[in-house]
């Protein structure tokens, strides 16, 4: 049987992975999977990846979207909006650096990403109340 524990580990489990979906589809670097779908490699192994990069992205935005729904979604992507523009304020980086900027933006799309799949758990543990998926007959 499933546990229903929820902890700042599972969190951050959920975190880790959501930040290897997206840096694995796409980073500044020449190690992703995008970069490397633009190369000479066999179109099998690229389609293959493609495939499995394709089935965890459905997961995890749905699960955010069913979780946070789509005011939840947008707010939770403002939220770390705000954020860079306060780090930018503050000078960790500049705008002008599009590199860092795209590296900050796949970060905190991770972030929205690992928040939907634990806002359930989250407002569980806040409110008691459970979420459920309405099956449609």
Known sequence: MAR???TIGSFFLRFL???ALVFLT???SEYSWFSWSQSEAAMVY???TGIVLLIGWVMFLRATWNSLGPIGTAL???FFGILIWLFIEWGFFAL???VVIQWVVL???AGVLAVGMSWSHVRRKLTGQYD???IEG
């Open 4 to 6: 229903n524990d929820f």
């Open 17 to 19: 992975f959501a930040l």
């Open 26 to 28: 796409y980073n500044p």
């Open 46 to 48: 690229k389609a293959a």
């Open 76 to 78: 939770a992507a403002a």
């Open 96 to 98: 002008d650096d599009t």
């Open 107 to 109: 970060f905190v799309l």
């Open 132 to 134: 459920t998926d309405e």
